[in-house]
């Protein structure tokens, strides 16, 4: 395979890790996946410096989209599961997210995620383990344990020759450590026992390793396409466990679409899942030094609850939308409220999958 290669099914994390050399120190720079992210950023990133790379980028996620609409043909329920990427691998959040994820996929739901590490990381690791049983999925998160944080890959790692520059080495290397503990736990769930998740990634990250617990990937070039067919095909519900930027964007992408739904009925329940109640907390910052956070969170309870007051101003199913709004670690619960919802998430999903499938000849 090549950068920017046309595609018309998802990738597999046997496709996107082809290379990795686990017993050299920067291995995991090696694989199919770093070399395209090594590509992308030399081309100009997000935004290619040349019309042509452009063209093919654009065609790839075209293509990837059509695989995922296919794939979605035939797939169980789709959850979303949103949440920071700097979530380490021994925090309760992370073992919760997990074992939550284990139990959708126990219900018959299919998880979807950003595919990054954290929070993301946990939910594949848990739909992965789903039919293991508890010793072998203690295991894994024993294994995983010992490497229990992703360091920052943020800025330059490369120089223009695309070698590593010296002074990141250090990073890359734990990287490399990290998805390796990845794929040591990974062989640790019988292969015929492997539950089904689809990771929906972006190369503007390429720079994180690729977690490999996912049954299938739809990675794309540019991230706004990538955010926009997470959000919008996980229209049984989303759960947003604890996370930063990046997840109260997506939290307030998934409050537009509802916000326009006039359909009680089809209003996506939003669910905040943190056992530290980090989704109705604010923030508690040091007075002294205006730095050290006593109290980390991000309030939305109140916010949310008057957006959609406005929302459903002109109706008199406020309350009803609002019901669908839920802070709460019930996985009972959270059951209970995604069953509810997904005949209708479901006739939702059909719809759009017509409108692709009608719009495909004229594409073509």
């Keep these: 395979m090549t950068a920017y290669e046309a595609r018309t099914t998802l990738y597999t994390a046997d496709e996107l890790l082809e290379g990795f050399l686990p017993d050299d120190e920067l291995g995991f720079t090696e694989t199919y996946d770093f070399s395209v992210y090594r590509r992308f950023v030399k081309d100009g990133g997000t935004a290619p410096f040349s019309p042509e790379v452009r063209l093919r980028q654009a065609a790839h996620d075209a293509g990837i989209s059509g695989a995922l609409a296919e794939h979605l043909g035939t797939a169980p329920p789709l959850v979303g599961v949103m949440g920071g990427h700097s979530l ?4 309760p959040a992370y073992l919760l997210v997990a074992d939550l994820a284990r139990h959708l996929t126990r219900n018959d739901f299919l998880i979807a995620t950003g595919g990054g590490p954290g929070a993301m990381e946990a939910a594949h690791l848990g739909a992965m383990f789903a039919d293991a049983d508890d010793a072998a999925m203690e295991k894994a998160l024993e294994v995983i344990g010992g490497t229990p944080k992703l360091p920052r890959l ?33 062989d640790l769930c019988p292969g015929q026992q492997h539950g089904k998740s689809l990771a929906i990634p972006t190369w503007k990250y390429g720079q994180e390793p690729t977690t490999p617990f996912a049954t299938v990937y739809a990675k794309y070039f540019q991230n706004s396409i990538r955010e926009e067919a997470l959000v919008a095909r996980a229209r049984t519900g989303i759960i947003y466990a604890r996370g930063g930027g990046g997840t109260i964007r997506e939290i307030f992408q998934d409050v537009e679409e509802n916000y ?10 939003m669910i905040f899942f943190d056992p530290d109640g980090y989704w109705q907390n604010d923030v508690d910052i040091d007075p002294e030094t205006g730095r050290n956070l006593r109290r980390q969170g991000v309030r939305l309870d109140g916010v949310l609850e008057e957006i959609f007051k406005i929302a459903r101003a002109r109706h008199h199913d406020t309350a009803e939308c609002l019901a669908k709004i839920r802070f709460t670690v019930d996985f009972d619960d959270i059951v209970r409220l995604l069953k509810s919802h997904q005949d209708a998430a479901q006739e939702n999903r059909a719809l759009m999958l017509k409108h692709y499938a009608d719009a495909r000849p004229a594409a073509l």
């Design 88 to 91: 380490s691998r021994k925090e």
């Design 154 to 186: 943020n800025g330059e790692l490369f120089g223009a020759d695309g070698s590593v520059l010296p002074e990141r080495r250090e990073d890359l290397r734990a990287a490399h450590l990290w998805l390796k503990a990845a794929l040591q736990a990974k």
């Design 260 to 269: 326009y739904e006039e359909d009680t009925a089809k209003f996506t329940p």
